[in-house]
């Protein structure tokens, strides 16, 4: 088990950067709340990682197979095994990870052709950085118990 670089910190690492990017579109949107004919930005990243994480499971579920095969016939295992299954069990887990960046098409509110509802964004503003704090948070928390296993501490 790779105690630095585990699943639950790479997930929480790229939902970071995901969060990271929409907070910088919020503001971008905010700012140009007054541009004429700006169209408002959306961040979206959470159906990649859904689909990392699904994939993650899968891999955990082969591997967990793949033991209770070695365990009845270690010989009979290691002859069994596909070289697409290997590298299935092998892709790095950020493979497919995207962060899109998409215009909002909406209609403009006002006259002037900008689609920036200052609320919307102020709401959006607060939901992201809540997120954002509670994935810091749990990642924190990881890291500590990290540390103090290192330094033989009990939890």
Do not use: C, W
Not at 81 to 87: P, T, W
Not at 140 to 146: D, E, G, I, N, V
Request: aromatic share 6%; hydrophobic share 40%.
């Amino acid at each position: 088990m790779n105690f630095i670089d585990n699943r639950t910190r790479s997930i929480g690492a790229m939902a970071l950067d995901g969060l990271q990017k929409r907070a910088a579109a919020i503001g971008a949107n905010t700012v140009n709340a007054l541009t004429p004919n700006y169209q408002r930005k959306e961040v979206s990243f959470e159906n990649s990682l859904q689909k990392i994480i699904e994939r993650e499971n899968e891999k955990e579920e082969i591997k967990l197979q793949n033991s209770a095969m070695y365990e009845k016939n270690p010989a009979q295992f290691q002859a069994g095994q596909s070289l697409e299954q290997l590298a299935f069990l092998n892709s790095p887990i950020h493979e497919g990870f995207s962060i899109d960046i998409d215009q909002d098409m909406a209609e403009p509110i006002g006259l002037d052709g900008n689609n920036v509802n200052i609320e919307r964004e102020m709401m959006d503003e607060a939901k992201n950085g809540m997120q954002y704090s509670v994935i810091a948070s749990l990642m924190s928390k990881s890291f500590a118990s990290m540390n103090a296993i290192i330094k033989g501490q009990n939890q």
